[in-house]
Nanobody
Framework: QVQLVESGGGLVQAGGSLRLSCAAS??????????MGWFRQAPGKEREFVAAIMYNGENTAYADSVKGRFTISRDNAKNTMYLQMNSLKPEDTAVYYCAARGSSWIGLQGYEYDYWGQGTQVTVSS
């Protein structure tokens, strides 16, 4: 089992910044160093992919809606992943979830992930 705990959400004005963190209880699963990702779900909407990072941090992927504004990173020594969110917009308002998968490679779909955090609320006011 892998436990994931997000933190760093909150209320921010449009144009502001937040940094989310996701602390994992372990870095490997079934012998694989886990790729990790961020997803979000706004009220009344489907969960959507935000960003993902390979186990070693060498490869990353972003949704088009956040490219150039969000940066995903990880510190494997701390078993922690981050999402730096800049130039926030009201449409970024959502519950943000971190996720981990039992593979070293990036996944872009929610079903590819095995473990999920409880979510952290991000609210961007206009």
């Amino acid at each position: 089992q892998v436990q994931l705990v997000e933190s760093g959400g909150g209320l921010v004005q449009a144009g502001g910044s937040l940094r989310l963190s996701c602390a994992a209880s372990r870095r490997t699963f079934n012998g694989y160093a886990m790729a990790m990702g961020w997803f979000r779900q706004a009220p009344g909407k489907e969960r959507e992919f935000v960003a993902a990072i390979m186990y070693n941090g060498e490869n990353t992927a972003y949704a088009d809606s956040v490219k150039g504004r969000f940066t995903i990173s990880r510190d494997n020594a701390k078993n922690t992943m981050y999402l730096q969110m800049n130039s926030l917009k009201p449409e970024d308002t959502a519950v943000y979830y971190c996720a981990a998968r039992g593979s070293s490679w990036i996944g872009l779909q929610g079903y590819e992930y095995d473990y999920w955090g409880q979510g952290t609320q991000v609210t961007v006011s206009s």
